[in-house]
Structures are given as structure tokens and as C-alpha cells.
């Protein structure tokens, strides 16, 4: 049997690594979204359609932006939502129609928004 080259060997356990790495970076994100939905399913769906599979309509009349809509807009970025979740509170001036601060965690705001990120349509 011919051997494999030390060379050949180091790229191809280089490439298997990094691979590796990949998709365990993939299989985090992945999770990260899925608690954020669960969060989303606790907290966020009286306002929001958070999931086409969420058990309940949103109780507003007029219903927040859904989830799916927020994660399609153009300037919606993992920063973007960090700053609303982070900075956003209610505001007499935008009565009935503003957010009450959530008063989320740091861990939170992010699985929240991986969330609402891998709701965004692949071109
Ligand atoms: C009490 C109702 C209510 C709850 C609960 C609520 N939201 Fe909202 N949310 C709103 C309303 C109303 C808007 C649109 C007006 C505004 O931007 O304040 C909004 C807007 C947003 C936006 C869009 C911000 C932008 O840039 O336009 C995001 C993102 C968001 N909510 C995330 C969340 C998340 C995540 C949760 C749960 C942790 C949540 N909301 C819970 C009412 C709510």
C-alpha cells in the first residue's frame, strides 16, 4: 500500500479540523437560535408573531412587526438588535405603539436576536 505523503496528511487533517470546527460552530449557532426561540415563545409572542408555530396570536390590536418581517429588513443586523433590545424602554410620546424595555440579559439579547437573524430569507 503506498503511504501517504507527511505533507498530504497535514493538509488533509488540516482541512478535516477545520471542517470540524465549522460545524461545530453551526451546531452552536443553531442552539443559540433555538433557546432564543424558546425565550421568544415565553416573552416576546403577546406582542409578536414570533413563529408560524407559536401557539397563540398576538394579543395588540395593532400587532408588532413579526419576527420574520424584522429579520428581512435590510438594516437589521445582529448590532442593530443588540442596541434595541439593550437601549429601548417605554415611551409616554409613542403611546400605545412602543416596546417596553425587556429587561433581557446579556446571554438573552443575543440568543434572541440569533433568533430572529435565522429567520432571515437566503437569497
Ligand atoms: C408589550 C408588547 C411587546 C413585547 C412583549 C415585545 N415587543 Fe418588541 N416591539 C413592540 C412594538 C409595539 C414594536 C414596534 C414599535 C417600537 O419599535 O417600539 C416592537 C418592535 C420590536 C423590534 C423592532 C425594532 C426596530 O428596530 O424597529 C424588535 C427587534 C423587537 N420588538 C424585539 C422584541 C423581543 C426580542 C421581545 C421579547 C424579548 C419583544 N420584542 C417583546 C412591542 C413588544
Not at 487533517?13 to 442552539?31: K, N
Request: with cysteine; glycine share 2%.
Amino acid at each position: 500500500m503506498k503511504r501517504l505523503s507527511p505533507r498530504l496528511a497535514l493538509t488533509a487533517t488540516m482541512l478535516l479540523s477545520t471542517q470540524f470546527a465549522q460545524a461545530q460552530t453551526r451546531l452552536h449557532e443553531h442552539s443559540v437560535a433555538a433557546t432564543g426561540k424558546t425565550l421568544a415563545m415565553r416573552v416576546c409572542w403577546t406582542c409578536h408573531v414570533v413563529a408560524s408555530d407559536q401557539p397563540f396570536a398576538p394579543m395588540l390590536n395593532q400587532p408588532a412587526p413579526s419576527f420574520a418581517d424584522i429579520a428581512n429588513r435590510s438594516n437589521t443586523s445582529a448590532s442593530a438588535l443588540r442596541r434595541f433590545l439593550t437601549k429601548t424602554h417605554w415611551d409616554e410620546a409613542t403611546i400605545p405603539m412602543s416596546m417596553p424595555g425587556m429587561m433581557l440579559t446579556d446571554d438573552q439579547v443575543g440568543a434572541v436576536s440569533a433568533y430572529i437573524l435565522s429567520l432571515r430569507k437566503r437569497p
